[in-house]
């Protein structure tokens, strides 16, 4: 059989269950001579009519039952178990036939159909913790976020310090009210901040039900039209960076109104909290920066979101941090 035709050099090892995840098990062990890892074909249940075509899989070897028997003739020296959770009765029988043997048995779960955040495995006094979703900012990322944050954030409030004063007269000069408005958003775990901005409306809506800024919002003063469009209103969020409340980067903070909303109409939306809010985020570089009118536009904004905090690192928030600038000046989506 030319699928059982092996380096010598090679370990012979079989698959169980054919799946995703087992057949880039398998490209890997042909891409990779290093791994000295020769996979001799799988063992699945189903009928090869019933199996997802792919030229390159190696053949079916039979039914998962019939792995031991295999084993031993052929003297299999790495068992990979490839098969979903939901098989457990099926992997202990297998695991059972297996002490037989002298193989050395993995489980590959497909973690990938978790649609994992930060996804790691751990050891807890011998018990094997796999992350599923986890927050990338724990031991040494945490102080990471939290250093550059404070410096960022301390080098910007003393440059902007003379034009953040200029905006509070222009504020008082234009029209009624105080300079800072303050809104309860969602933070870290999903528990309650306050956020500050610049005032750029004549109402201080905080309530059960917040609109959302629409163009040509008649609430939004002159002045504050000019705060918006340049995100000049957003500057005082520096201040909840030194807090400890928020992050120069990290998903947009929505009012808590909105965040009640939209948690039950799209899935995954209150991940978002697992890391603090920021000032800018992947978000709004890529385009989904101010209003929010329709579910897809805000779905796709929560995708970058997630897609953040899976991708996490110090270069990925100087890069937004840039870009960010380019965005503002050349960016029409936000009034």
Not at 19 to 26: P, Y
Not at 136 to 147: E, L
Not at 265 to 289: C, D, E, S
């Amino acid at each position: 059989m030319a699928g059982l035709v092996l380096r010598r050099w090679s370990s012979r090892a079989v698959i169980v269950g054919l799946s995703d995840i087992s057949r880039k098990l398998t490209h890997q062990f042909k891409r990779n001579p290093l791994l000295r890892v020769g996979c001799m074909g799988f063992f699945d249940d189903r009928w090869s009519e019933r199996l997802p075509e792919d030229k390159q899989c190696q053949p079916r070897l039979g039914s998962i039952a019939a792995t031991a028997a295999f084993v031993k003739a052929y003297n299999v020296q790495h068992i990979y178990i490839a098969l979903p959770l939901s098989a457990q009765p099926r992997i202990l029988a297998l695991l059972d036939d297996l002490r037989d043997t002298t193989a050395s048995i993995y489980f590959v779960p497909d973690l990938a159909s978790f649609d994992l955040i930060q996804a790691n495995i751990s050891i807890i006094d011998g018990i094997p913790i796999v992350a599923v979703c986890e927050s990338p900012f724990v031991g040494i990322n945490s102080i990471i976020k939290r250093v550059s944050d404070v410096i960022i954030s301390l080098l910007i409030l003393l440059v902007i310090s003379p034009l953040m004063l200029l905006i509070a007269v222009g504020i008082k000069l234009t029209s009624r009210g105080p300079v800072l408005f303050k809104q309860r958003r969602y933070g870290l775990d999903g528990k309650e901040i306050v956020v500050y901005k610049f005032r750029s409306m004549t109402v201080m809506e905080d309530d059960e039900q917040v609109n959302q800024a629409t163009r040509n919002d008649p609430r939004i003063t002159r002045f504050g039209s000019f705060l918006r469009k340049t995100s000049l209103d957003e500057l005082p969020q520096f201040i909840n960076v030194l807090q400890g409340g928020m992050s120069v980067v990290g998903p947009r903070p929505h009012a808590v109104s909105h965040n009640e909303m939209y948690r039950s109409l799209i899935k995954g939306y209150m991940i978002r909290h697992k890391v603090k809010p920021g000032i800018t985020g992947w978000a709004q570089i890529n385009g989904f920066r101010g209003e929010t009118d329709t579910l897809e536009k805000m779905q796709a904004r929560i995708d970058y979101d997630l897609d953040y905090l899976r991708n996490w690192s110090l270069f990925l928030d100087l890069l937004i941090i840039f870009k960010t600038i380019n965005v503002v000046i050349e960016d029409k989506n936000a009034y």
